[in-house]
T-cell receptor, first 117, second 112 residues
């Protein structure tokens, strides 16, 4: 089955530093990947849609200069949280579809728990 | 904005019993999907039902969709301890931009 690998699974950083999270599709190519954020015991909030070879599409209220997304290849998208602050602490999850069709399910990475101290 | 709401928010049942979770949504959809999330992990796709379908089965899972009421239900039969997880419905809006919007989720606990 389709596998999405996300790294790191857990990261602790100091306030003001930047953190990069990688999302890889291991056995398929993904022209589009999705980045979600999840607070404890809450639902997933879509942050942005990552498009291979072009700029990401950000959801309303998500700062594109704060959350930098790069999708340089068909198997890798990265999310960089710049100048992280404690309020950025959250669970970040990426996902991708095998087929670029709305009737194709999403495959998720195992998420990254970010803690900013 | 949050598309779906799920009911109940939390559910605890004895192992072997059936579990039913409901999901309501607001806009027209192409399909509705159900996902499971174990604590601290990513989501796993369970089942997808298209807008022109009313019921779908997959193993111990049964999903219904009522587009007139904008609601769906997920039934897990003969529950097992391993079914303990959070369950989310997700909708793909009919304007087809591939984005999924997730519901608020139901936390299911199966008591051995």
């Amino acid at each position: 089955g389709a596998v999405v690998s996300q790294h790191p699974s857990r990261v602790i950083c100091k306030s003001g530093t930047s953190v990069k999270i990688e999302c890889r599709s291991l056995d398929f190519q993904a022209t589009t990947m999705f980045w979600y954020r999840q607070f404890p015991k809450q639902s997933l909030m879509l942050m942005a849609t990552s498009n291979e070879g072009s700029k990401a599409t950000y959801e309303q209220g998500v700062e594109k200069d704060k959350f930098l997304i790069n999708h340089a290849s068909l198997t890798l998208s990265t999310l960089t949280v710049t100048s992280a602050h404690p309020e950025d602490s959250s669970f970040y999850i990426c996902s991708a579809r095998v087929l670029s069709s709305y009737n194709s399910p999403l495959h998720f990475g195992n998420g990254t728990r970010l803690t900013v101290t | 904005s949050q598309q779906g709401e799920e009911d109940p928010q939390a559910l605890s049942i004895q192992e072997g019993e059936n579990a039913t979770m409901n999901c309501s949504y607001k806009t027209s959809i192409n399909n509705l999907q159900w996902y499971r999330q174990n604590s601290g992990r990513g989501l796993v796709h369970l089942i997808l039902i298209r807008s022109n379908e009313r019921e779908k089965h997959s193993g111990r899972l049964r999903v219904t969709l009522d587009t007139s009421k904008k609601s769906s239900s997920l039934l897990i039969t003969a529950s097992r301890a391993a079914d303990t997880a959070s369950y989310f419905c997700a909708t793909d809006a009919s304007f087809g931009n591939e984005k999924l919007t997730f519901g608020t989720g139901t936390r299911l606990t199966i008591i051995p």
